[in-house]
Structure formats: structure tokens, C-alpha cells
């Protein structure tokens, strides 16, 4: 069945469906000439026809060693191992915006204790090494309210912060009532989004395929947690999918294993076939935790790959060596 999305879309009417010439045939005759104006979910790369393109870096920012694959993977096995990195993503627009997916995390969050972190560098000061400062950050658009994702978010001072509004509402909310979960949140993060609300500073993105800026498209579906989102950016490359932790590793999508942390392994799964469509291939799906996203594309500096375009064809202006 097709959904229907926010923009339209003009399509020949030789080009669609017999099913749906006939359904919109009645509608044709009464409001358009010749072509059928349609609003299609699910059916095209979204960010084709932008006019921005983005440059996409992934970007570790804490080393937590080797994990069990058991530990983010439904059925994975426990006996392997995949090392497991905490990551962030900078989106270096052709139009000058510098955007963030996610916001990492700050060293005194309480759910960080205990955590065997290595090569840790704060998420501002590892902006300092593309030559970003933290001011100059324009937009971070949250994932999801996990806190190795939020906890960052105040380190951007200018920053305009996306994350969805039934995201944003759950954790406000239900999530501390009875019957509601919030493993992962810290109250501290979500204290963070309400004052960056009561600022002006926080948009609520309602729902799914949701294009934010030119260049960049939002999708709802999968549930690592209540309403987690993942990003459709337009680079050079094609269409690049930022999973986050949708995806946490390349194992879920290589065996088709939701992530352990879902309320809906079944929506999962469903967003996994989506994103394969919305990518223009399957090397530009960027897992949120996967420590091979290092080797599997040109390093920049340590701890920092270039996605797209790649190979790498020149040093971005102002980058100087990691910290
Ligand atoms: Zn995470
Ligand atoms: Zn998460």
C-alpha cells in the first residue's frame, strides 16, 4: 500500500502503476490536465533533487574496547566480539552550514561511570580539529534521546536542536510514569531539550520523512527508542543514510537482526529494507556504534573518516590533526 508524504511529487502518468492510473484517472479528469500530482511515501531517494550537498564525516569521539556482538545484536553470537565506538557525524553543507547528528556525550554524565572509555575527546573540542568552532555549529539534529547521543547538546551554544516530537514528548512524559521505561535517558539530558524549548531553541519534527533543510531528510519507523529517527543526506556520493543506533552495527544489517535495544524488533526490521531503498547504496548506511566505519572509509585524522565524498580527493579547509 502507499502512504502519503508532506511534498509532492510530479509524475508522468504513463510512468505509474496501472492500479494507481486508474485511482487517480477519476481525479485527473476532475483537477489536472496532464500529469498526476502525487504524494508518495517510500518510493525515492528524498534528498535527489537538493540543491545543498554535504560533506559527511563520522567521527569517534570514545573508544568502549570490544563488546559482545550478543550485546547489540538480536541473536547475535556471544562468544565475538566487535569493537564499539561512540560516534557523532558532521555534515559540511555546500551553502556553509555546519550541521551535527548528535551531540555525544559530556565526561560527568552519570550513565558514562564505570564505562571503560578510551581515546575520549569532549564533542566540542573535537569539532576544533575541522576548524569548527563550537558557536559555529548551526543545527544538531538528535537521533534519539540516549545519552551517549544528547548529552553534548549544551556544548553547542548557537546551535538550532531537531529531534522528534514523539520523542521528545514520551521522555518528557510517560516514560517516568508507571508502566512507562526510560533505560538509557538521563533526566539531566531531558531537562537539557525542555530549556533548550523554553529558548526557542528546539524544533519538534512531527513524523516521518520529514525534509528539515535543504539537502537533509528525517525518517521515523524503526523503535531502538520511542520515536528514534535516522537522517537522508544528499552528498556527492548519492543519498548517505545516518542510522545512529537504529543500525548500532554492520552485524544487524548483514544478518538482519534488530538491535537488542527496541520496543518493535519487527518495525526494525521494516526500516532496515527502507533504508536500503533510500540509500543510494549500501555502503553509505553509517551504523551508530561499529568501530569498522574507521577502517571502512578515508581517514582524515585519527578517529575521523571522510563517508563522502570519498576517496578523498582533497584535505577539508581549516582541518589540522585531532587533539
Ligand atoms: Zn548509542
Ligand atoms: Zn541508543
Redo the contacts with the bound molecule.
Keep these: 500500500m502507499y502512504k502519503f508524504r508532506n511534498h509532492l511529487t510530479v509524475v508522468p502518468a504513463q510512468a505509474l502503476p496501472r492500479v494507481l492510473v486508474d485511482i487517480f484517472g477519476r481525479l485527473r479528469s476532475r483537477h489536472c490536465s496532464t500529469v498526476l500530482v502525487l504524494s508518495v511515501l517510500n518510493c525515492s531517494p528524498v534528498p535527489d533533487h537538493a540543491a545543498t550537498t554535504f560533506e559527511v564525516y563520522a567521527i569517534s569521539f570514545a573508544n568502549m574496547g570490544d563488546r559482545p556482538l550478543s550485546a547489540f545484536v538480536s541473536e547475535g553470537d556471544s562468544t565475538e566480539t566487535t569493537q564499539v565506538h ?1 560516534m557523532m557525524w558532521l555534515l559540511k553543507g555546500s551553502n556553509g552550514r555546519s550541521v551535527l547528528v548528535d551531540a555525544g556525550f559530556q565526561p560527568d554524565v552519570p550513565s558514562a561511570t564505570g564505562s571503560a572509555t578510551k581515546e575520549y575527546i569532549r564533542p566540542d573540542q573535537a569539532m576544533l580539529s575541522f576548524g569548527i568552532r563550537p558557536e559555529e555549529i548551526d543545527d544538531i539534529i538528535i537521533t534519539h534521546m ?1 545519552w ?2 544528547v548529552d553534548g547538546v549544551d556544548l553547542f551554544p548557537n546551535a538550532e536542536v531537531w529531534v522528534q516530537k514523539a520523542e521528545f514528548e514520551y521522555y518528557v512524559g510517560d516514560a517516568w510514569q508507571t508502566g512507562g521505561t526510560h533505560r538509557g535517558i538521563e533526566s539531566r539530558d531531558v531537562l537539557k531539550l525542555v530549556r533548550l524549548n523554553t529558548e526557542g531553541r528546539l524544533t519538534l519534527v512531527d513524523g516521518d520523512d520529514q525534509p528539515i533543510m535543504d539537502g537533509i531528510t528525517v525518517y521515523t519507523g524503526p523503535r531502538h527508542t520511542y520515536a528514534s529517527q535516522y537522517v537522508g543526506v544528499s552528498s556527492a556520493e548519492g543519498t548517505v543514510v545516518i542510522a545512529s ?1 537504529n543500525v548500532p552495527t554492520y552485524a544487524n544489517l548483514e544478518t538482519g537482526s534488530p538491535p537488542t535495544t527496541t520496543f518493535d524488533p519487527n518495525a526494525d526490521l521494516r526500516a532496515y529494507d527502507r533504508m536500503k531503498q533510500i540509500a543510494s547504496s549500501p555502503d553509505l548506511i553509517i551504523p ?2 561499529d568501530g569498522a566505519v574507521l577502517t571502512k572509509y578515508p581517514k582524515i585524522a585519527e578517529g575521523v573518516v571522510r563517508v563522502a565524498p570519498s576517496p578523498i580527493l582533497e584535505t577539508p579547509t581549516g582541518l589540522s590533526s585531532v587533539p
Aim: proline share 0%; charged share 30%.
Design positions: 561512540c540516549h551517549d547521543h543506533d551508530g556504534h
